[in-house]
């Protein structure tokens, strides 16, 4: 049986305010979790859980942003989970982060003020050869309802659910919001100005009642591929998505 890749990158974001040890190859960290974290309305003292935290990157991009938030990580993916705590120490966070490894789907935790989260995009088609890619991309034990599910169950009342996604499932977003969650904030994000969105932002409110806003749309690159203004404040400038 073929071994595991175990080699690793300590890479940067945020222009190198946040560092993160990740996998050489398989799962690697693109710019959802850093938009993720911009959106998430935070402030200190508050208790952030990021569900299905990967290698750490929302979480420890939102430490750089809001400092004095308490900020928990749960990971299902042991390897992912133990480079996530070892990226606690990297950003010198012990004092207020820290990862838990386990299921989204078992797991009996918060309350807590805000769920972040960026779940599996996957729920048809060809998994990712990569063991690791698979399970963090393709839908497992629950559906992305189960999962939106299991967040707000984390939720204090009133508490904030901000999840980033496929654009094409926001239908199913609103409807396993529908009924727990108001005051629907949505964002799309554009690769480009006059394109289709390919991700939205979705912050939700538990328990609200509050009618639903389409929020400005954010456009990641200009035609020739640089990041917009407006998306290299937030990529590298730590800038809120708010």
């Given at each position: 049986?073929?071994?595991?890749?175990?080699?690793?990158?300590?890479?940067?974001?945020?222009?190198g305010r946040v560092l993160i040890r990740q996998p050489a190859s398989g799962y690697r960290v693109a710019v959802?979790?850093?938009?993720?974290?911009?959106?998430?309305?935070a402030s200190a003292g508050q208790r952030i859980l990021d569900a299905g935290c990967g290698t750490g990157a929302a979480m420890f991009c939102l430490a750089a942003r809001v400092p004095?938030?308490?900020v928990t990580g749960l990971e299902v993916q042991p390897a992912l989970a133990a480079l996530a705590s070892v990226g606690v120490g990297l950003n010198r966070l012990d004092s207020?982060?820290?990862?838990?490894?386990?299921?989204?789907?078992?797991?009996?935790?918060?309350?807590?003020?805000?769920?972040?989260?960026n779940p599996p995009f996957g729920d048809a088609g060809t998994p990712p050869p990569d063991e690791s890619l698979a399970r963090a991309h393709m839908?497992?034990?629950?559906?992305?309802?189960?999962?939106?599910?299991?967040?707000?169950?984390?939720?204090?009342?009133k508490g904030r659910l901000v999840l980033i996604h496929r654009a094409d499932?926001?239908?199913d977003i609103l409807a396993a919001l529908a009924g727990s969650a108001?005051?629907?904030?949505?964002?799309?994000?554009?690769?480009?100005?006059?394109?289709?969105?390919?991700?939205?932002?979705?912050?939700?409110?538990?328990g609200r009642r509050t009618p639903d806003t389409l929020?400005?749309?954010?456009?990641?690159?200009?035609?020739g591929g640089a990041f917009t203004p407006a998306a290299d404040a937030v990529l590298r400038g730590a800038a809120a998505l708010l």
């Open positions: 049986m073929a071994q595991p890749d175990t080699a690793t990158t300590d890479d940067r974001l945020l222009d959802d979790p850093v938009l993720l974290a911009a959106a998430t309305p004095g938030a308490d207020h982060a820290r990862v838990i490894t386990g299921d989204l789907a078992e797991a009996n935790l918060g309350p807590f003020d805000i769920v972040m989260t839908e497992g034990a629950i559906d992305l309802a189960g999962w939106i599910g299991r967040c707000l169950a984390a939720l204090k009342p499932r926001l239908s108001g005051d629907i904030q949505i964002r799309p994000i554009y690769p480009k100005m006059g394109q289709a969105a390919r991700r939205v932002i979705v912050d939700a409110g538990k929020l400005p749309g954010l456009v990641l690159h200009e035609d």
